[in-house]
């Protein structure tokens, strides 16, 4: 077998060998890459920055795909010549491996302005794994940040370390945001947006040095003038890594100059991704390095055949709150060509569109980019679209969605991050059972990349899968025949009140033990405890305010706020076991006791005897807060934890919610009281808070979602009251948080609650405040019970035969 030696393990040099391996296998394949790590989705690394993936979540070819294909991985070995008469590579640690083939895949670098003392600790780059840990390591609250660049890369590096909660200045060179993808005008939009996030943008300006006396305190600008900084991020842009291809001898302009089959002027020697020059074009987007991958392992198998002929840039915005989509031409004046813009200052909308003889050559969105995919299917297709003029700008919405994604030809792009066809997509669902979004991005990795074709993915799914409405669309039971979303619009805006009306009107007008318990909370939520309270509608649990055990006995857990309690507390629980005999007193894996075996008409009598509140162990709401000791006692702790976690239990008991919800509050990283496998978690730091969301340790392990890094427990409480009341209000009736958040997705989520309209946030917050305010202890219910026969025990039907 001939041996195909990789330069570069990144996407693109590991798509091709992705490629490869579906042809014939005929190499012995070695790949090198610089970086320690496998291969990664680089697009991704934003999201990592942001705190929204982890590393294992980027991953996208393990180290057991390696092994399991024969592949000689070689991490952390940089090439640094190439002899191509020999035909060997030399490594930074002095290995020499031959080659029959060579493919070169090793990207590019970051381009670094002329920039007087630029080495200043505090000052980096963002272009690989190395630069994102090394970013988060340093960001903090507060931190002041500059970012030098305003192109994606740059944007995306500052909403990032935005929601790390640094304070973040964007410094641009040219006067218009993303110059090489928007017009001025969209530019200016994105500007506003960026600014009204909290992000400051400067434009039109040049740095020309580093402030600082071995470390960064600033940046200086052309013609005078400065700013503060103490950490720096350069994102000026790329250029072509192309020092392999010099020392091979091979053609090189730009970039490493190749053929429409990926061919270099070496007849064994092959190139590929963002280091090739194509017909005189780089290309810096990863769709057409897939593009690209396909035709060059068709090359070098020796199925030679599919020629590249170059690809229509496309660009999309990865940052949440703000739709930016760019291809094709976005020049002022262009010969030969219209241009149909709209725009909408109020709503931050702007389109426009450049048509050229009667096909779509250009088009620009900032604000709403829902239009994105059939705008580039015209592009790379080349349709005619003179016939469809008048709705150009908006797309009448086709009335048969499944006959919409069914007229798609196979060929079409659904994924253009990861170069993934509806063919694709259709082959995965028949050939390998595929039926969720989920196995969809693990089969095919459509949707793995910047997210937007979601909405397309699932639309195909819908289409081709029979039970996939049915999972999206679940109806709460045949008494009520509506899918949740539908009956809380139902009740909003017909006033309805009662569970009882609700039946009478819309259902069978009896209910039962499943829509009676979703319908009472609901109505709940809707009108913040303003409502007709049916008791029968609810669980045994909730009608008694104890938790039923299996021998017709109660459990009772009172509320230990944030696991704190006294000496006076736990001798009231000790003579409260001793005088209702409770057979066993037991420390629950929540910081709180539980006494059970205690009798249905002795409830009353021990709730008085404990005079303690409701710890609601029973009921679908507000469980209780974990938390460590924090900065009171433990030598590690940065927060105080207990304090922040006992008031994190009192803004929020006594609520009802979807399902159960259990918190956290750990004073460090150390995480002792388990924060990030909570509903919702508060982590100290080091001068700030991380608020995470969606955790979960019980029968299923989920770590928590950053929602966002905050500098004081105020902020903290206030960003779980946003998620709280949100997941209160969209989630559906038993579905936890972990659910909920998979569901919607932590961007979805981040976009609703703490990066929403103010006037949105506070309606979040006054709602709860409403709710709140009405909401009472269960166990006062011991003095004015709810029904005569509440607390008393009903004697079996066996009994009574007796």
Not at 84 to 92: I, L, M, P, R
Not at 653 to 671: D, I, S
């Amino acid at each position: 077998m001939q041996k195909l030696v990789v330069v570069g393990n990144g996407m693109a040099g590991t798509a091709c060998v992705e490629q490869i391996l579906r042809h014939a296998p005929r190499f012995e394949i070695t790949v090198f890459g610089d970086e320690t790590y496998v291969n990664y989705n680089r697009i991704l690394l934003s999201s990592v920055l942001a705190g929204e993936k982890s590393f294992d979540e980027i991953i996208l070819n393990g180290l057991d795909w390696y092994i399991d294909n024969g592949i000689n991985l070689q991490l952390g070995v940089r090439i640094v010549d190439v002899d191509a008469g020999a035909k060997t590579v030399t490594g930074d640690d002095g290995s020499v491996t031959s080659f029959d083939k060579l493919l070169l895949a090793t990207g590019s670098l970051p381009l670094i302005p002329t920039i007087e003392d630029v080495k200043k600790d505090g000052v980096f780059v963002f272009r690989n794994l190395d630069d994102t840990r090394a970013l988060l390591e340093q960001a903090r609250p507060g931190l002041k940040a500059v970012v030098i660049g305003g192109g994606l890369l740059g944007l995306e590096a500052a909403r990032g370390l935005q929601i790390q909660g640094c304070d973040v200045t964007v410094v641009h060179l040219m006067e218009t945001l993303m110059e090489r993808q928007l017009d001025s005008i969209g530019g200016s939009y994105l500007a506003n947006k960026m600014n009204q996030m909290g992000i400051t943008v400067l434009l039109g300006l040049s740095t020309t040095a580093i402030l600082g006396n071995g470390r960064v305190e600033g940046v200086q600008f052309k013609g005078g003038g400065s700013i503060p900084a103490e950490l720096v991020v350069i994102a000026a842009g790329i250029r072509p890594n192309v020092g392999l291809g010099q020392k091979a001898g091979l053609e090189v302009k730009r970039g490493i100059v190749v053929n429409d089959h990926m061919e270099t002027s070496h007849p064994d020697i092959f190139a590929v991704g963002e280091c090739v020059q194509h017909n005189g074009v780089c290309y810096g987007l990863i769709a057409p390095l897939i593009d690209q991958a396909k035709v060059l392992a068709a090359t070098i198998t020796g199925n030679k055949g599919p020629k590249y002929q170059g690809s229509v840039q496309a660009a999309k915005l990865k940052i949440m709150g703000v739709d930016v989509f760019s291809a094709g031409e976005i020049g002022e004046k262009l010969d030969g060509s219209e241009v149909i813009r709209y725009e909408d200052p109020a709503l931050g909308i702007y389109k426009r569109l450049t048509i050229k003889q009667n096909k779509l050559s250009g088009v620009i969105l900032v604000g709403d980019t829902s239009d994105s995919h059939r705008y580039l299917e015209w592009m790379r297709s080349e349709s005619d679209i003179s016939s469809m003029r008048r709705q150009l700008l908006f797309p009448e919405t086709p009335t048969d969605l499944g006959m919409a994604v069914a007229e798609m030809s196979d060929s079409e792009t659904v994924c253009g991050c990861m170069g993934v066809s509806k063919g694709a997509v259709i082959a995965a669902i028949h050939d390998k059972g595929v039926c969720t979004l989920s196995q969809l991005k693990e089969s095919t990795r459509a949707s793995t990349g910047c997210g937007s074709c979601s909405e397309l993915c699932q639309k195909l799914l819908k289409a081709v899968v029979p039970d996939f409405e049915a999972e999206v669309k679940k109806t709460i039971c045949k008494c009520v025949p509506f899918a949740e979303d539908q009956l809380r619009e139902i009740l909003r805006s017909q006033q309805l009140k009662s569970v009882q009306e609700v039946l009478d009107i819309y259902g069978n007008g009896l209910g039962c033990e499943i829509c009676k318990p979703a319908l009472s909370y609901m109505l709940d939520m809707l009108w913040c405890g303003d409502h007709d309270e049916d008791r029968s509608a609810r669980f045994i649990n909730d009608r008694v305010h104890a938790n039923i055990q299996k021998d017709g006995t109660f459990s009772v857990v009172p509320r230990i706020r944030g696991g704190v309690t006294s000496a006076a507390e736990l001798r009231r629980i000790a003579d409260v076991a001793e005088k209702y005999r409770v057979r066993m007193v037991k420390i629950t894996g929540s910081q709180r006791i539980d006494l059970l075996g205690v009798q249905k008409s002795d409830l009353p009598k021990v709730w008085a005897d404990l005079g303690m509140s409701s710890g609601q162990a029973y009921t679908k709401g507000v469980r209780m807060v974990k938390t460590c000791v924090g900065t009171d006692f433990c030598r590690f702790g940065v927060q105080d934890s207990t304090t922040a976690g006992i008031e994190l239990e009192r803004c929020f008991e006594n609520l009802f919610t979807p399902h159960k919800l259990k918190m956290g509050a750990v004073g460090c990283p150390r995480n002792c009281a388990e924060a990030t496998v909570k509903d919702i978690g508060m982590v100290g730091q080091e001068g700030s808070w991380q608020v995470v969301v969606g955790g979960a340790a019980g029968k299923k392990v989920r770590r928590a979602d950053l929602l966002i890094t905050v500098e004081n427990t105020e902020q903290a409480l206030d960003a779980a009251g946003l998620f709280f009341q949100y997941y209160r209000e969209n989630a559906n009736y038993l579905e936890r948080t972990y659910d909920f958040v998979e569901r919607l997705g932590i961007e979805k989520v981040r976009k609703d609650t703490i990066y929403a309209a103010d006037a949105v946030k506070q309606g979040l917050r006054e709602r709860l405040r409403r709710s709140k305010a009405r909401a009472r202890d269960a166990w006062l219910e011991r003095d004015m019970p709810n029904h005569p026969t509440q607390f008393v025990r009903i004697q079996p039907l066996e009994e009574v035969l007796q």
